[in-house]
Every structure is written in structure tokens, then in C-alpha cells.
């Protein structure tokens, strides 16, 4: 694909990793305490692009770390324009995505809903209950909207089906690190550096590597095969314990230097 | 054709279904998809199912003209007697027919959601005939709303994990059963107890169900000397007996009725959705976030129904009605005297709509054909509770 039919968060991903650096893509969930300004602390800290999470109701491709931020975000009365707005209104640094779950979008409508990512200057969208075969129209007119669509592979997916999906993914690839639902664990997979060979194998696009992916060590063994990582769970842990802005700038800094000594 | 025919290749009944889930989870449907179409086509698979389904689980069940209860009302009603058959409600149809799958399909291990117990007990039973490891998840609140079936699935052999997310009843205990699901797809099988989730579970639980309509159709139309029933009234949380049922019936001249709790009733009160696997109509707030459903009957608090259901709905082909918890009682406790037939809360829905309608909805004259889905013994000690009674 030209340079110039790239969307911005592939542009973004895609210029770092030329240049040598591996990519880091915080997760945060959005309407959950002090979150607009962690953000900014993450991305000071050198978070390359930033997922913010918009809660929904049943979110089964969570743990229950982030299943928690999300029952507390909703009870405080977060809601999807009101995190948009926010998003919208502190114009940060580095792209982002949205993660949320398909009924929130399909409750607003796929016109609607991209519009309103676009208008609150939103790069691309992570629907995880989204998968490829139901996901063409969304995808059209997200991208029509300049909204990159981000698919998910699993380390499940068979080979074929990973082509078609890289394919088909804008923005990056999202490489699902181990069978399971998001969470931090003691070590990491070896489906994670496995899923992230297959799919460096079948793509140029940006490969990230998330769920699964807890503390700098890790982060770092993974991206010697992927472009970077996504961490959500280990993060917004430190954030539930009462860790604010500045434990975060401290986590992510730690991602950070991991990632960047490998 | 019939008009339950198999969806389309999307796994779509019109513009309901689908499968909408994590990628991880793609290839069993995929494969189970597969497994069930080979096996439903197989003679000795089917041969086996419908064995089991009569030498253990007591089918086929009988179809019971309710004399005095008919005479009170003015028209003619039949029940369907699903709380004759093993573990005492319908639920015995599918599970049977999941647990010879998952040995098709080499694995060992079978999970399973369960709101009222019912379905939870069913594939607890399943497991141990067949020898497969159970693990059943159930929210919090139900657990101690139905500690009675927590009790017997422990018996069977099955470990209950009391599910402590979200609101803690019937939705959350799905969410957590298809997280485990992502995280154990080798070697274990989703027992989901209902027709609903991603494809081909909506189709594959109605095809294990409709043993029930098409014995009904068959024992009915004895009764009648060879007509069909006016109406046929069964009741709706995730529909699987109603589907069952319908799927008996559907391509004859009766009406069907679907009957939703008051306080979950997603086909009039809910929108089309996306959730638990599936696109169906769904009780949702402004925004798009699941609401909790309500309603005396733990089977039945769902908030979202089957694909296929929103689907008949959709055509007119059957017709969905609410009855109110009040109704339920009354019902239960009518039928219980009248026939000595103590239904549970969830078809004493069915049973309270045909009482509501007699003579105004339903002409005097007609008859119906009402599925029992289960007995009542489950719920005795609410009901006793609900009706200012001490056990």
C-alpha cells in the first residue's frame, strides 16, 4: 500500500518502526478515574499511540482487571459521547484508538458512530466481538470516514483466514497473544512471539502484540519477533490500587526503557 | 421449505444471528458447525440421540388434555408434558445431543451457563452418563435463589462456580462461561442451554429441541382427529423450548404464541442488538449498554431471546405476548389445584396468557396446545415465600 493511502495511526505506527523503534500502545479505560490526564502521563512517558477503552455492559473479552474499570466508569455515568468529547477536547499528541464492543456502535449506527470518532479526532477503532466475516460493512464505512478498523488474530486463527485478516486489518494487526481474555500473567505465552512470527510472515503492516503482555520483561521478549506491544490489564491494575497519573507515567516509562534496551 | 428451515450461511434467520464473537473462538464455531451438520445427516448419530432420549430420558412425553381446567375457561387445552421428562424440564433434548457432539468431537470437558439450575443440572446429567468433566457458572443471586439445583449438580459430579461480575444472574454467568471458553476451546465444548449465541448454536439447539413439536404435532393431531391445534403457546426467555416447539408446528395452520416476562421481554420491549454471539432484539439503554431483566422466573430473567425468534416475529409468523408476575402466580396456583400438575415459574407464563385470553384473544371454542417446559418443584420454596407462606 502507497505511503499516502495510509490512514494516520498506520502512518504513525509505520514511521517509528522504520526508525527503529518498537511500538508501545497503552490501554485505558476511558470514564475510569483520573483517565484523561493518565493519558497524557503515558504518552509523556512514550506510549507511541493510546487505546481507550469506552465500557460496555458485558464485555466478554476482558478479565476481570479491566472488567472492573469498566463496572466503575459506568456506574460513575460514562458514556460513549461523553468520553468522545473528552477525547476530543484534549487533542493528544499521539493516535487513537478506540476499543469498545460492537453494540455500542451498533445501537448508534456504523454512520453515526464513525462520524462522531472522526469528528472527536479519533485514528481507528479495536472491536474485539467484531471479527472479520461480520465486520465488511463496518470497515467500509469507518474507512470511509478515515477511521482505521483494527482486526484481531488469534493464535486460533488458521493460516489462511491470518492472511485474509492482515489484510483486511488498517492501522495495525492486533495479534492476540494467548487463548484467553485479557489479563496479567506470570510469564508470557509462546503463543505470543508465535502468533506474532505468522503474522510478520503474511503482512507489512505494524504487528502489536497484546493480551497477556504484563511488565517490561515481557513486552520486550515478544517484540523481538512483533513491532511493539499493547499492555492494558497490568496497567490499569496500578490505576485501580490507587495509583494516579504519575504511577502510570512510571509503568509506562518502565515499558518503555524495556522495550527500547530489548 | 419450511419456514425453520437452516439459516443462511452467515448463520442468519433474515437479518437475525450471525456470530459475533472473539476471533479466538472462530474456528470451533467453524468446527462445530461442521460436526453438527455431518452428525444431524449421520443415521447412527441420530439413532443414538433419539435412544437415549427414550431409554433414559423418558420420551416420548405424553400430551395431557386438561379437563377441568378447560371446562373453567371454555376452550380446549393440551400440554405438552416436557416436566415428565428426565431431570424434569426440556432442557434434557439438547444437552443429550451437545455431550454426543463433544465426544464427536474428541474433547472431554463441557461448560455451561445456568440461571434457574435447570439447564445446569441437565448438562450435569449428560456429563456423567456420558463421562465427560462438567463445569457449570452461575451468577451469584441464582446460586442463592436455586441452591437446591446447586445441590444436585454437585451430586452429578459437576463443579458450580458462582459468577460474582456484572449483575450476577443469568447474563453474567453467560460472559463467563465464553471467557472460559476462549481461554479452554481444545478440549472443551460450550454447553450454551438455549437458542442463542454465535451460529450454529441458535439452529443446533432448535433441530435438538423440536423432538418436542414434532411429537406434539403427531400426539395432537391423534387427539383430534387429525387436525392441528388452534393455537400453540409456549414461553420465551432464551426460547429454546418455544423454538422447539414452533419448529413442530410452524408450517401448519396454527398460531403460535411466544410468551415473555414482564420484566424481560425482549421482543416488546427490546431492540435489535449485539450480544452474547448473536444480532436479536435486546433490552438496551439509550446508548447501547445491556439491561438486567426482571421477573420472578430465573430462567426466564434474560434480556436478550434467540435469533430466530426475533425473526418469526418479524414475518408475523408468531405472535410474542408479555405475562406480569402476578398472572404467573395465579396461574401456577390454578393449574396445581384444577389438574394437579405443578408447572415451574417459566411455563406458568405460557399457562397465565392462555387463562388472561381465553374467551377475548383466543375465541371459546378453540383449542390449544400449551409445552410444559418444566415442573415447579424447583421453585416451591420461592413461591412459598412469594405467597407469604413458611416452608
Known sequence: MSRESLGRLELALTDKKVSGRKLLVPYVCGGFGDWVETIYAIIEAGADAVEVGIPFSDPIMDGPTIQEAAQKALEAGATPSQILSEVRRANFSVPIAVMTYYNIIHHAGHERFAKELEQCGVAGAIIPDLQLDEATDWIRVSGENGIENVLLAAPSTPPERLKRLADNSRGFVYGVGRMGVTGERAS????????????????EKPVLVGVGVSDAGQAALVSRVSDGVIVGSALVRRLLQGGGPQAAHDFVGELRRGLDDG | MSIMGPPSAS????????RFVPESLIPACFELEAVFNEAWGDPEFVGEYRRILTEYGGRPTPVTELRRFSQKLGIRVFLKREDLAHTGSHKINNVIGQALLTRRMGKTRLIAETGAGQHGVATAT???????????????????????????????????????????????AINEAMREWVASVDSTHYCIGSVMGPHPYPYMVREFQRIVGD?????????????????????????????????????TTAKLVGVEPEGGAAINRGIPGVVHGMRSNLLQDDVGQVLEAHSISAGLDYPGVGPEHSYLASIGRATYVTANDDEVLNALQVLSKLEGIIPALEPAHAIAYVIREAGKEIPLGSTALVTMSGRGDKDAESVAQLLGDDV
Open chain 2, 11 to 18: 448463520g442468519r434467520f433474515g437479518e437475525y444471528g450471525g
Open chain 2, 215 to 251: 411429537e406434539a404435532l403427531v400426539q395432537s393431531k391423534e387427539i383430534l382427529g387429525g387436525k392441528v391445534p388452534d393455537y400453540v403457546v409456549a414461553c420465551v426467555g432464551g426460547g429454546s423450548n418455544a423454538a422447539g416447539t414452533f419448529a413442530g408446528f410452524v408450517d
Open chain 1, 188 to 203: 508470557l505465552a509462546d503463543s505470543a512471539s508465535e502468533i506474532a512470527r505468522r503474522l510478520k510472515e503474511c503482512t
Open chain 2, 126 to 172: 449428560a456429563a456423567a452418563l456420558l463421562g465427560l468433566e462438567c463445569v457449570v457458572y452461575m451468577g451469584e443471586v441464582d446460586v442463592a435463589r436455586q441452591a437446591l439445583n446447586v445441590f444436585r449438580m454437585k451430586l452429578l459430579g459437576a463443579s458450580v462456580i458462582s459468577v460474582v461480575s456484572g449483575s450476577r444472574t443469568l447474563k453474567d
